[in-house]
């Protein structure tokens, strides 16, 4: 049970502290030897930081039109992914983040 609620703030903390929160749960998971909660904060950190360079990039295209909907879709993808990985944690099921994947 403690680590469904680890991996549930885990994808929460996309909402009000998304590097910050990874970062100590990988701290504490790494001091437990939990490899599982350890891959999980780490995806975290890289989807927030890759999704934060993707937005940004998009920010800067919409000059030429083509941001609009990339920022759209992206932004909906930083909103959506986190809920889906907090409503696979609560029913322990495994959920790799996209982008980042298994690949960690």
Do not use: C
């Not at 990874?22 to 001091?31: D, K, Q």
């Amino acid at each position: 049970m403690e680590k469904t609620g680890m991996k549930v703030l885990i994808h929460a903390s996309a909402f009000f502290a998304p590097f910050l929160v990874p970062f100590i749960i990988f701290l504490v998971a790494h001091s437990t030897e939990d490899d599982e909660v350890k891959r999980l904060s780490i995806q975290a950190i890289l989807f927030q930081l890759v999704m934060g360079v993707i937005l940004f990039i998009s920010t800067l295209l919409i000059v030429v039109i083509i941001g609009i909907p990339m920022v759209i879709g992206f932004g909906l993808m930083w909103i959506i992914v986190p809920i889906i990985g907090i409503v696979k944690a609560v029913n322990s099921e495994t959920y790799n983040y996209p982008i980042v994947g298994r690949w960690i």
